[in-house]
């Protein structure tokens, strides 16, 4: 610290007297901090695997038919989508509190004129726009690998056009070129993505709960991962249990998570109607609120 | 600990209010056939533990997808009854994917029940020739499950048709009342399969074949007369051979003069309608 | 106006099931008046921390009220004007120095020039203009503990709370700090410091308070609570040893004892500041 005579601006705050209401503006600033916070924690390092995912899915397995090398290739992508958006939502939000609590960043921030939801919002929003920017990026370099690969597959399948021997021969080839091109050109995987990131900011929101509860890291990884798959389990559960009142109501606690896999079945070129897209958002989407309500909750009166 | 006795509640209530539109959502995906079989005990057991997570995981595509291509493995090596538990386990993950339905009867139909004749253990050719045909009667109901799961396809009528057609047809040898009911069938399922508008033009005239096949020259000779009278702009439909059956059957019918499709003057060639 | 006023103000912490609660403060009753340092100290587990928190709002208290500037501790508002400074922080690694007070200024509501403007008067003021572009991760112990102070102070609050600010902070950086500290208190700021460095809290604190056990044992003013009345110091110079005999004398003589006569010691601080000035390469600060 220098001896100069550094004069300070005073009143430079800008918060007016009196009550302090709920504030966006807070929210954001928090939430962007957190994804900046995750972004300079090179997560994104974890897209490279993913590009090596989708590479090598699309160069293998040309010993299969036009049809299944598309498949393999978008369920394995698609998969690699989802499994990597859940270990970011799940290890990446259990660590926010703890973090913030061991680094105690927590205090200097609820030491200032902020609301505990306003923290928490923002922590999870920054965890959600971290989600959506991770699940954006995959997309994109899905939908460049799938291009590639349609091309390649395109100048294969026009050579059988030209060299049938016979009108059938020629009529099934034909059919092959134009079944790629539907496959590739088939914008309906963007529902079974919408969804994937809806699945995962449920999952980050459960994680936030469970971190408002236990400080421990590893007991939120552990506890979310269970809900996880006993959220994939379920409908299975469901109706095992379906005479039994009380264990179904427990269940219904649990969000049904088999219900956002739909990539799936639009891969394998079933009709997923934008309706039952939004119903099953719209699911997510209200279970996400009620979440973060009870987080509130919790947070609000914890001690700090 | 009062507020998370409120948080607790809230998530009940939630639980409560959200109930119909799970509901709704779980009914709709049983009525539209998303998913697979549900993820119960003997379905764990059959996959191995690594797969069975990745199920757990909703990885559900990804595992059917990794079974499939050890199929090519199996393929290669001979290994049958590997290769038919997986076919199994991978309808049963993917209900809904008619290239499992289809391959899988392919390689049931074909190449294990040509195996299982050539097996050195059998105890004779007979014997042989018997298991060749159980292969062809299982992969026959596998289609037939298959179709139950996929009516909205043309794919695996067609397949069905095929297999009549080729296989079903000729394990009748030499009863010919078996033989026609073979070939009805196969006419029954090409017929099916021709229903569906994305249908290759080529089941058409597969269709039009098993009729005569199965004793229904009539009705074969009605229907090349359907064709012919399609849109010929179609480049794909083979119309010399559309044609050629037409003029066959009015010749083996005796179809009169007058009610015969109408004759170019100069070659004799069949009209093209208008 | 009483910049922090509490009355009976408890806190019982839950310890477990069947364990009981653990009395952490038994209602303090303090007062910290507008524009003066107070110093409040204690041995570990006494009861600082738990004030502090229970100010600001971080932990509810069991029993008892408190105030800040006439706002109860609860409400948000209350922190409008509060800067604080944890103990040991260590802040959001990936963030540089600037980009730190950025954040905490526009949590605050601050944004555009005056935001930036006061960043760099907090820069300059706590020394770190040089890293100002530097990941806090490549921060040193001392210069976090800066940087901490400059968030604290950046709304320019009417009180700060400092919990151990010179913690493991080097002998030039720890008077600086204090030297910060005292010049806070003429800019008419009123500063809550908690230290287990008794002689720096002896430099800057206008009144202190003692915590034992979560109560206040002792309390008042500084100058007063430290002077011993029944002793005199004399310092003299250039005394030939017969005069001194006959002052001893004379003490004696009036009734008095004389209890040690001995050459007075300058502070290990001192010697050290004194030493890093005379050397010709300058002082050291590694930023």
């Known amino acids: 610290m220098t001896e100069s005579q550094v004069n300070l601006t005073t009143a430079a705050t800008a918060i007016k007297p009196g009550r302090v209401g709920f504030s966006l503006h807070r929210v954001w600033i928090i939430g962007l901090n957190t994804f900046t916070e995750s972004m300079r924690q090179k997560v994104f390092n974890i897209l490279l695997i993913f590009a090596l995912v989708a590479i090598s899915s699309a160069s293998f397995f040309t010993e299969f038919t036009f049809s299944e090398q598309l498949k393999f290739m978008k369920d394995f992508c698609l998969g690699a989508v989802s499994v990597f958006g859940t270990l970011i939502a799940i290890v990446g939000t259990a660590q926010l509190l703890p973090n913030e609590l061991e680094n105690r960043t927590i205090y200097t921030i609820l030491a200032k004129p902020v609301r505990r939801l306003e923290f928490i919002l923002g922590k999870y929003i920054g965890m959600a726009l971290l989600l959506f920017i991770s699940v954006l990026m995959m997309s994109l370099m899905l939908g460049a690998v799938l291009k590639i690969k349609e091309a390649r597959m395109v100048m294969v399948a026009q050579q059988g056009v030209d060299q049938a021997s016979t009108p059938d021969a020629r009529e099934a080839a034909e059919g092959d070129l134009a079944q790629i091109r539907a496959d590739t050109a088939d914008l309906d995987i963007i529902k079974g993505i919408i969804l994937i990131f809806i699945k995962l900011s449920l999952l980050a929101a459960i994680t936030l709960l469970i971190s408002t509860i236990s400080t421990s890291m590893i007991f939120n990884v552990a506890v979310a991962f269970m809900v996880f798959f006993a959220g994939h389990l379920r409908s299975a559960a469901t109706e095992a249990w379906a005479h039994h009142k009380i264990w179904l109501a427990l269940l219904a606690i649990l969000p049904d998570l088999g219900a956002f896999n739909v990539a799936d079945d639009i891969n394998l070129g079933n009709l997923i109607p934008w309706q039952h897209v939004g119903l099953v958002a719209a699911d997510g989407l209200g279970r996400i609120v009620i979440i973060l309500i009870a987080t509130h909750l919790i947070f609000a009166k914890r001690e700090i | ?274 | 106006m009483n910049a922090i006023c509490t009355k009976n103000l408890t806190k019982k912490y839950a310890l477990g099931w069947r364990q009981g609660r653990l009395l952490a403060l038994d209602s303090l009753n303090l007062q910290v008046n507008d524009g003066e340092v107070y110093g409040l100290l204690g041995p570990n587990g006494s009861g600082k921390s738990t004030t502090l928190k229970l100010i600001l709002g971080l932990i509810s208290r069991t029993d008892g009220d408190a105030w800040v500037f006439d706002v109860p501790c609860d409400k948000v508002q209350s922190r409008l004007h509060v800067g604080f400074l944890p103990e040991n922080p260590y802040f959001y690694k990936y963030l540089t120095g600037m980009e730190t007070l950025e954040f905490y200024g526009r949590l605050c509501g601050m944004r555009g020039a005056p935001l930036q403007k006061r960043i760099n008067e907090l820069l300059e003021l706590v020394g770190l203009t040089r890293a100002r572009d530097r990941r806090l991760a490549g921060y040193s112990k001392g210069m976090l503990q800066r940087i901490g102070l400059a968030q604290a102070m950046i709304h320019d609050p009417k009180l700060l709370l400092l919990d151990e600010p010179t913690a493991g902070v080097d002998p030039i950086g720890s008077r600086d700090i204090r030297d910060m500290i005292l010049r806070l208190k003429n800019m008419g700021k009123t500063v809550l410091l908690c230290s287990h460095l008794l002689e720096q809290v002896q430099e800057v604190c206008d009144r202190i308070g003692v915590l034992n056990l979560g109560k206040m044992i002792l309390e008042g003013n500084m100058e007063t609570l430290i002077r011993d009345q029944r002793r005199l110091t004399f310092t003299v110079q250039d005394l030939s040893d017969s005069a001194r005999a006959q002052v001893e004398a004379t003490v004696r003589a009036a009734g008095g004892q004389v209890l040690s006569v001995a050459h007075p010691q300058t502070t290990l601080e001192s010697l050290f500041l004194d030493a890093l000035k005379k050397d010709e390469r300058g002082m050291g600060h590694h930023d």
């Not at chain 2, 038919?84 to 074909?110: C, D, K």
């Not at chain 2, 992969?139 to 139950?148: E, K, M, N, P, S």
């Not at chain 2, 098993?210 to 009539?218: F, I, Q, S, V």
Request: proline share 4%; hydrophobic share 40%.
């Open chain 2, 1 to 274: 600990m009062r507020h998370k006795f409120l948080a607790i509640l809230v998530l009940v209530l939630a639980a409560v209010l959200f109930s119909p539109l799970e509901n709704r959502i779980q009914a709709e995906r049983v009525w539209r056939k998303y998913g697979g079989a549900r993820v119960s005990l003997p379905l764990r057991e059959k996959l191995g533990q690594g797969t069975a997570v990745a199920l757990l995981a909703g990885l559900r595509g990804v595992v059917a997808d990794f079974l499939w291509i050890q199929n090519a493995d199996y393929f290669v090596k001979d290994e049958w009854v590997p290769m038919y538990r997986n076919i199994e386990l991978v309808t049963t993950l993917q209900p809904q994917s008619t290239t499992f339905w289809e391959q899988g009867a392919w390689h049931m139909g074909w190449n294990i029940g040509y195996s299982v004749s050539k097996d050195p253990k059998n105890e004779n050719t007979a014997q042989g020739i018997r298991r060749e045909r159980e292969w062809h009667q299982k992969a026959r109901d596998f289609l037939l499950r298959g179709i139950d799961n996929i009516p909205q396809q043309y794919d695996l009528y067609f397949a069905l048709g095929w297999l009549y057609w080729t296989k079903l047809a000729k394990d009748c040898g030499e009863n010919t009342d078996c033989q026609r009911a073979a070939y009805s069938k196969a006419a029954e399922y090409f017929g099916a399969a021709g229903e569906f508008p994305e249908a290759p033009t080529y089941i058409g005239r597969e269709y039009a074949r098993a009729l005569e096949k199965c004793g229904r020259d009539r009705d074969a000779y009605e229907y090349w007369k359907t064709l012919w009278k399609a849109d010929h702009k179609m480049t794909n439909q083979l119309w010399t051979e559309v044609e050629r059956n037409i003029k066959r059957l009015e010749d083996a019918l005796a179809i009169p003069e007058d009610k015969r499709v109408p004759r170019n003057k100069d070659d004799g060639s069949l009209q093209v309608p208008l």
